[in-house]
């Protein structure tokens, strides 16, 4: 196996611990909101959202923007278009992760406003922009 091809995988790797981050992390929220604030069930969220963001999420984000762009480097993709949509994609879907963080930090403080309906919305945000960005790289619509 060549160098990029080690790199692309380790790329997609990361991208697959990020997803799955993205799409869990949200559900947590869901049923954090309805456990009462300073139970056991409660203290147990704090610590399964604390351990998926710092653990997972960040190191795979981490992961997948340094391998994502060497990948691009190698292939010359900076001057394609839908390289550049994805990576505006990307930049959501890490804004996407630093709100998600904010969560984290306001679930930690016991000072959650939002409703479980407001997490499982969220929770559609990550989905979409992983839908576009796979079409915009198999594809290569332009």
Not at 2 to 23: E, N
Not at 76 to 81: R, T, V
Request: hydrophobic share 55%; net charge positive.
């Amino acid at each position: 196996m060549d160098l990029y091809s080690w790199v692309k995988s380790i790329h997609v790797i990361s991208i697959i611990a990020w997803m799955a981050g993205m799409l869990y992390l949200p559900r947590l929220f869901v049923y954090h909101v309805d456990a009462a604030t300073g139970s056991e069930k409660s203290e147990t969220f704090k610590v399964m959202e604390r351990r998926l963001l710092k653990a997972i999420m960040t190191p795979a984000m981490i992961a997948s923007w340094v391998f994502g762009l060497w990948a691009a480097y190698e292939i010359g993709a900076f001057k394609e278009g839908w390289f550049h949509a994805k990576l505006t994609l990307v930049i959501l879907l890490s804004g996407a992760h630093g709100y998600l963080a904010t969560c984290v930090k306001r679930f930690a403080r016991d000072e959650n406003t939002q409703t479980a309906r407001f997490y499982r919305i969220l929770n559609e945000i990550p989905t979409v922009l992983m839908i576009v960005i796979v079409i915009l790289v198999i594809g290569k619509p332009f």
